[in-house]
């Protein structure tokens, strides 16, 4: 696309990264144990045609345990888990404003090269993580032998949201066509009587 080639754009993502942890020892038979971890990380949405349009798309990521350990005897031990895991991934669009309309649509005018009025064509999407653990295991130590009984509980509810072209979606093969308030009209005749005029 020619006309987006000319346009210089931006490269970067930051990156944030935090790691919590907590150890409490409650008595001689009953500790505690909780850690926390946080990975986020925004990169550039490019793909619009304009930098008004461009945004920053976050990926966040936290995970969190807590886990309880239990002593009954010298040689019968009670371990408990919980486990939290999530993933949060948006593609969003930026606050622009269109007159009339709730949302910024995308319009595309063939005419200049098919340069794109509009944020990023596949946005709003998102994805979202969510994975839930529960564990608890009682360890047996008879002499030389041990024997290791537990429950192993795992649910992962993942919401996603793709709705294509939910902002509208509307192409012309001229800029007077959208200027004089034409219906969005893109056709194979459209397009050939496009070329033959960039001929001449």
């Not at 090269?113 to 944020?119: A, I, N």
């Not at 294509?164 to 007077?176: F, K, V």
């Amino acid at each position: 696309m020619l006309f987006r080639s000319s346009i210089p754009t931006p490269n970067f993502t930051n990156n944030e990264f935090g790691v919590g942890s907590v150890d409490y020892n409650i008595s001689d038979k009953d500790s505690l144990r909780g850690r926390f971890v946080l990975n986020r990380t925004g990169a550039i949405d490019a793909n619009a045609s304009l930098p008004a349009f461009f945004t920053t798309k976050p990926t966040n990521a936290y995970l969190a345990t807590f886990s309880e350990y239990h002593n009954f005897s010298p040689t019968v031990i009670n371990e408990f888990r919980l486990g939290y895991n999530r993933l949060f991934a948006p593609d969003p669009v930026g606050p622009q404003a269109f007159p009339g309309l709730d949302q910024f649509p995308n319009l595309v005018f063939n005419e200049l090269g098919g340069v794109q009025l509009g944020p990023d064509s596949n946005a709003p999407q998102y994805t979202i993580q969510n994975q839930y653990q529960l564990t608890d295991n009682v360890t047996w130590t008879k002499g030389k032998h041990s024997i290791k009984v537990g429950f192993d509980g795992e649910r992962n509810i993942s919401p996603q949201s793709f709705t294509q072209r939910s902002r509208g979606d509307y192409e012309y093969n001229y800029l007077s066509d959208y200027l004089n308030d034409f219906t969005p009209d893109r056709s194979e005749e459209h397009t050939s009587e496009l070329q033959s005029h960039h001929d001449l």
